[in-house]
């Protein structure tokens, strides 16, 4: 039997009626990716032994597949995240040969409910940027077109599992990071609400706004991950005490909503993206759905607020690459100062600089009230809007990203142009929400294209319910050539 | 446009090395994202509050307790430099 293809779902079947073996799936999995990732360059570390090993001790289980939610689900995770005893290089020369000396709190109770890690997956340098064209381990390609980016900064992620590589990933959100690459890879991918899920045992970007997330090809395996994955962790102080409903079982509830159009903010998308986020409209209108027109009026500052406070706050998180406890050091330092200022100028790549050097230019002596605390002043009445907006409708909608996948090294040279890429999904980080991005269509050159359904803190299972019905009209989505062993 | 000093200034303050074509391109880089955010001066502000994320019903406390780690010996193999159970640096006082 071909593995690759296949939902979380269709493996749970097939365990329960006894069709194969853990084994034999990760078997499988472990087979595209040494046929497969020559191409897309989204695995960094694999370790097939380890990982047969796993799967093999689950074989001697076969009869608590209903008791493990994930039985012998093969996962990839963002080389952003701790698993004890794998590497965690962020993308970064930095952290190049770092092992990780204990395991992140949502990698672990996926692990604890039968998921099987097949690898670490490729992503931007300490997750910045949109195309995964900043990790100093290579470009990852787009399953659908080798020629273009996958998305970023979680690209390694997105690409491993269209690609057949893995049945369902993890990655982290901080400005879109989750939801544009699984648009640009035609996958379902999810930002948890601020304090979902925990971040114990992620490299911290920016603490106000980083999240973590699946990505899928079904709305139905994001809410099993999500129901297995949150919930409070004593370890991530930001981390919500609120119960995790059976996301699962909530899917199928008959319901309608009513869902928020901003229509100054859709200015300037690619006439195909825009076509096909209007046929998303009528779609849930022949649901029974309604769709009102409703006013963002900040989000339009989104870029400048995103790009002062990430910025910022990355300054400061990244203060501890300095060659001191872990991580490069130079081979050349005379003094400390020399050590700090040399390890970091050598190990941490372009990208990455520019931010902390802006960051550090906004929190510092004299700039800090025109720059920081604006920005925070800003955030604040995007949230606001948010909150009107929900007042009149149940989600706000959007296309998740203004074009489909960009060719690589198109947008490489102007920062600005990049960060344009996320200009739907930063204001959603910056108001804290959930925010998830569903397949919605395939333009004329055969690229996916996806839309973002925003909704109220915490109300992830209406996310859920709403794509799922959406998911039901629109029928199965195909997937790249290569998913299939083709191409 | 920032200057150079303006830029070595900030890279100081980062604690960063940068090459002299490094200097030069973030001199443009910076400029270019800076001039952007100044649309930031358009929207009006006063005392607004900072975003509270986390809803405060749900604000975790706990006690303010040290907890063992387990692998220590994982956390000292990623140092660069170890000498008796320390992490070695180079010398910062200098004998006279």
Redesign the interface.
């Known amino acids: 039997m071909e593995f690759g293809t296949q939902t979380i779902q269709e493996l749970l079947e097939g365990y329960q009626a006894k069709q194969f073996k853990p084994s034999e799936v990760i078997e499988g999995y472990l087979k595209n990716i040494s046929e497969r990732d020559e191409k897309l360059n989204s695995f960094l570390q694999v370790r097939p032994e380890e990982t047969l090993a796993n799967a093999k001790k689950l074989d001697g289980r076969m009869n608590e597949v209903n008791q493990l939610p994930l039985f012998g689900i093969p996962i990839a995770i963002k080389d952003n995240f701790l698993v004890?005893g794998w590497q965690a290089t962020a993308g970064s020369k930095v952290l190049s040969g770092?092992?990780?000396?204990?395991t992140a709190t949502s990698v672990q109770r996926l692990e604890s409910m039968g998921a099987v890690i097949v690898g670490k997956v490729n992503c931007d340098e300490f997750a910045m940027g949109s195309s995964n064209e900043n990790s100093a381990f290579g470009a990852v390609r787009n399953p659908w077109d080798l020629e273009r980016v996958p998305g970023g900064s979680s690209g390694g992620s997105s690409a491993a599992v269209a690609a057949g590589l893995a049945t369902v990933s993890l990655g982290t959100d901080t400005g879109g990071s989750i939801r544009q690459p699984a648009s640009l890879c035609g996958l379902v991918g999810l930002k948890p609400t601020?304090?979902r899920v925990s971040r114990y045992g992620i490299v911290a970007y920016a603490s106000?706004l980083d999240q973590v997330g699946p990505f899928s090809k079904t709305v139905w395996d994001s809410a099993r991950v999500m129901e297995v994955m949150a919930g409070?962790d004593?370890r991530d102080?930001?981390?919500?005490?609120?119960s995790v409903p059976k996301y699962t079982e909530e899917l199928s509830s008959k319901r309608t909503f009513t869902l928020g159009v901003s229509r100054s903010w859709l200015e300037g998308v690619d006439p195909e993206v825009g076509k096909s986020f209007e046929a998303v409209l009528e779609a849930f209108k022949k649901m029974g759905g309604k769709v009102i027109d409703i006013d963002l009026p900040?989000t339009r500052?989104s870029?400048?607020?995103y790009?002062?406070i990430a910025p910022s706050e990355a300054?400061s998180n990244l203060?501890r690459y300095?060659?001191?406890?872990?991580?490069?050091?130079t081979p050349s330092?005379?003094?400390?100062?020399?050590?700090?200022?040399?390890s970091?100028?050598?190990g941490?790549g372009?990208e990455v600089?520019?931010r902390?050097?802006?960051g550090?230019?906004a929190l510092?002596a004299g700039y800090y009230d025109a720059?920081y605390l604006?920005?925070?002043?800003?955030?604040?009445?995007i949230?606001e809007d948010f909150e009107k907006a929900f007042t009149q409708c149940d989600f706000v909608v959007s296309p998740t990203s203004p074009s489909t996948a960009f060719k690589l090294g198109e947008k490489t040279d102007?920062?600005?142009k990049m960060y344009l890429s996320d200009i739907f999904t930063l204001p959603v980080n910056?108001?804290?929400l959930p925010g998830l991005s569903v397949p919605c269509g395939l333009d004329s050159k055969n690229l996916p294209i996806g839309f973002q359904l925003i909704g109220k803190?915490?109300c992830e299972s209406d996310l859920f319910t709403a794509a799922y019905q959406y998911e039901k009209v629109r029928g199965e989505f195909p997937l790249p050539s290569i998913a299939k062993g083709k191409g | 446009m920032l200057t150079r000093e303006e830029?070595l200034k900030?890279?100081?303050?980062?604690?960063?090395?940068?090459?002299e074509d490094?200097i030069v391109?973030?001199q443009k880089?910076?400029t270019?994202?800076?001039g952007?955010?100044?649309?930031?001066?358009?929207?009006q502000?006063?005392k607004?509050?900072?975003?509270q994320?986390?809803?405060s019903d749900?604000i975790?406390f706990?006690e303010d307790r040290a907890q063992p780690?387990?692998?220590h010996e994982?956390?000292m193999?990623?140092?660069?430099?170890v000498e008796n159970g320390c992490?070695l640096?180079?010398?910062?006082v200098e004998h006279s």
């Not at chain 1, 003094?335 to 200022?341: A, G």
């Not at chain 2, 900030?10 to 090459?19: E, G, N, P, V």
């Not at chain 2, 193999?77 to 430099?81: E, M, R, S």
């Open positions: 004890e770092y092992v990780s000396p204990y601020y304090g106000s409070f004593d102080a930001t981390s919500s005490k609120r900040h500052y870029l400048s607020t790009y002062l300054s203060a300095d060659g001191v406890h872990y991580g490069y050091r330092a005379k003094s400390s100062e020399d050590l700090y200022s040399r970091r100028g050598e941490i372009r600089k520019l902390i050097m802006l550090t230019y510092s720059f604006k920005a925070n002043q800003v955030r604040r009445k949230q102007d920062p600005l910056l108001a804290g803190p915490f | 830029v900030i890279a100081k303050l980062a604690r960063l090395t940068l090459t490094e391109f973030y880089q910076l270019r994202v800076l952007h955010i100044e649309d930031l001066n358009q929207v502000t006063s607004e509050a900072f975003v994320h986390v809803p749900a975790p706990r780690f387990p692998n994982g956390l193999g990623n140092a660069p430099a992490f640096l180079p010398t910062i």
